[in-house]
Structures are given as structure tokens and as C-alpha cells.
């Protein structure tokens, strides 16, 4: 019986206007379900006193009256199913005052039932008004509860009807039923308002986490986007070097063939060997990439996390003797049970050493200390610490993002593949200056309990 319309689909007004909006479309849309189910009850209510005066002197007042339910009721269906097909055009608000007047033109119908009828009808007559007046009552309050002004403006003037009514005579009887009618309907307004606030109440939360889940997915665009574009970059960056590098020296190879041989400056074998050296370095990049992207899920499985570091610097160790660096490790941490893949792990340890093996070879000290500890009893810290050259400028901001590098042979992923590794297994990765000279990288993990385990 009732349209919403002028939804608003701009995605510029303001949230709270969006929120009263969508609140208003919801409204109606329970009442809209409604209305033709709604008008047919009232015709068939009408139809039902008109048969029940049929013979009696109230007869014809009885057709006028429900001459005029089928008019007020057949002009509403007619609008609802009008604009259920032609285009929405009129404003929400003017369509909440639309069906309030539609609900009052209704109400008032049914208020003349009582007032008009009762007085003067049969026992048996008096029975049904009070019955269809209850039934109306009753119907229209569920049928309009989502818009609490309609249904007051259908409730009310019914309600008041039949109480006046009812208390018309002084009867006790008569004053007893008009009694538990005004509590009959205290409860169905009730019971309007309560639906009305729920309905309320469940609009805000839905739009409250779809907004909130619309920002999320937007922040994770966003940052996906900007990842994937300094990726990108990065790479074509990376890959620029070996390739042009691998076209001078086949350039220069090519030259070299069509002078004669005594004349040559150069080896052509020698050439073709670093152009080959060149394009085997892009393949490696291309390489540690797909490594990078494909690898999934960590395989998790209960290690020592000291185990794992021993076996780290052992894998290192040729290196280590080789940049005659001393290695201490304090494992001074009492607890180590982790739940990792020991693969990656191990994987993290060799780049941190790696790299302060590398960081080291332009200093005089050559220390790298290895130490471990608790955190609040639920995590284990890691913290490489050597002696190197420390970070220069401006290489600390972007240590860890992919292709940050400051070295002419490096690629740049090592740190970015380890971060991503140790926040896969839920730690935190991080550097700092060590204040001694070189660098620190830690790391932390979180520790199992025993009782886990078991
Ligand atoms: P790569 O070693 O290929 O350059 P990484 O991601 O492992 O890639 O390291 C990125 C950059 O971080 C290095 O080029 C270097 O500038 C800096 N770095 C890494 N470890 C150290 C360290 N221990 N001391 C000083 N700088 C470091």
C-alpha cells in the first residue's frame, strides 16, 4: 500500500544521510510486502458486515460504508502497484507522510465501523463489529509496525472509536471491555515501537560493518596495488642492468668476430662468458622472484629455535672462517619450543648472517654475536648483532622492501623475503644501528606451551 522511493544511491552524501535513507527503504519494504495482502483483508471484512446487515435497516449505511473501504483500499493497491512499475520519482519523506495519510484514510474507515454501527446493531452484529474492529486493530499494527507513524495513524483512530463506544452507556460490562481494549492496544503500540527500534537498531549495525568492511578491502587494495607497483618497478629496474650489460659484451663479442684475430683486444670467449654471466644473473632475479611470490603457507611443525640457529652457522661457517669472523652465540633464552618451519627459519638466520658477513668485510672488527631471549614469557627474541659498516644514508627507511639494495652484485630481496617469512609465523621483524658500529636485525617469535604440545 505503501511506496519508498528516491533511494538514495549517491555516494556523495554524508554516511548518516546514506543511514536514514537506507533505514527508510527497509522501512517500506516491510510494508510494501504487505499491501496487497493488507487491501484484500479490508475488502473482505467490508464484505463481510455488508452480508451480515443484509435485511436489516442498517443495510444501506452498511454499503456506503464499505463502498468506502473498497475506495480508500483500491486507490492505495492501484498507487502501490503503479509505482512498483513506473520509475521511483517521489522523495522518501514525501512517501512516509504518503503512507501515513493512506494509513489515517484506512483508520478512519474502520473508526466508523464502531461508532456509527454498534449502538444500533444486534447482539450477533455487535459480536462481529467487535471482532473485524479487532482484527483491524491487530493487522494493521503488524503490517505498519515498520513505520511507527503510520501505524498510529491507522491504531488510533480505531482504538478511540471503539472506546467511545464502548463507555457511550455507562454499562460496567461494556466499560470492562473498553478497559482491556485500551491495554489491548497500549500492547500492539507497543509492540510497533520495539519492532520499529529493533529494525532501527539492525539497519546501523549492517551499515556500520559494510562500512567497515569497505574501507578494510579499500586499505588492502591500496596497499596491494602500491606493494605490486614498487614490485614491479623494482624488478624492471633489476632486470635492466644484467640484460643490457649481456647485450654490450654480445655487442662487443660481435665485433670482435669480424676483426682478425691477432688484432683482437679482447678474448671473444671471455666476452660471450660475461654476457652469459649477465643473463644467468637476470634468470636468478626471475628466480628468487617466483620463489618469492609462489612460496605458501609456511609447513609448520614443533623445533628448538637454538637447534635451528646452531644449524644456521654451521651451514655459514666456510664464510664465516673465510671473512675470518668470530661468531659468539648467547642462547641465554630458557625456553625455544616454536611451532615453525624450520626450513624458513633456518632460511632467515643464513640471510641475517650472510649479510653482517658481508656488512663486515670493510671494517676492522669482524664480530658477529648471535643472542637470544624471552619476551614476557610468550615469545623468543633473536638479535643478529655484527660489527660492519652500519647502515648508510637513507638505506634504513627501505631495508626491507623488495630490491632495496646498496651492493652491485646484490638483489635487494633478502630482508623483504625474510620479514615475510617471520610475519607469516605471527613475529616482527625489525633493525636497528648498532651502537658500537654495524647493524642489529632482530626478530621474535611466539613460543608453545608445553601443555600444547603434549
Ligand atoms: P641484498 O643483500 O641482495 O642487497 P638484502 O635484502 O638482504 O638484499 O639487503 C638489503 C640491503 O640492506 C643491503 O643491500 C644492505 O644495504 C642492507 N643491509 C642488510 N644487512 C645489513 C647489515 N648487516 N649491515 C648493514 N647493511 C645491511
Redesign the pocket.
Known sequence: MFRSSGDSKDGNEPPDLIGAARLRAEQFSGVLRQTRAMMLANVCNALVLVVDFWGTRQFISALYWATAVFCVSGYIYDRHRRRRRGPRSISQSHAARRATLNALALGLCWAALPFFFFQEASPGSRLLIACLSAGMLYGGALALASIPSAAVAFVAPVAFACFVTLTRGRDGHYLLIAAVLGVYTWVLLRHVFISAEQLRTRVMTQIVTEHTASMRMRKLQASGLHAMGGMVTGLAHELNQPLTASACYLLTAQRLLEMAPELRPASVSETLDSAAAQIMRAAGIVRQLREFIMRGEPEKGFANLHDLIREASEVTSANISEANVKLSLQLSANVDRVLVDSVQIKQVLV??I???I??MNASVQHELTISTSLMHDRAIRID?V?T?????EG?KEN??EPF????TD?????????RSIVEAHDGKMW?ESNPGG??V?SFVLPLINAEYEA
Open positions: 640471510n641475517l650472510s649479510n653482517a658481508e656488512a643478529v655484527d660492519g659498516v652500519g647502515f648508510s638505506v631495508l626491507f632495496a639494495t646498496s651492493k646484490g638483489m635487494g630481496l633478502g630482508l623483504s623475503i625474510s633493525a654495524g647493524a636485525f
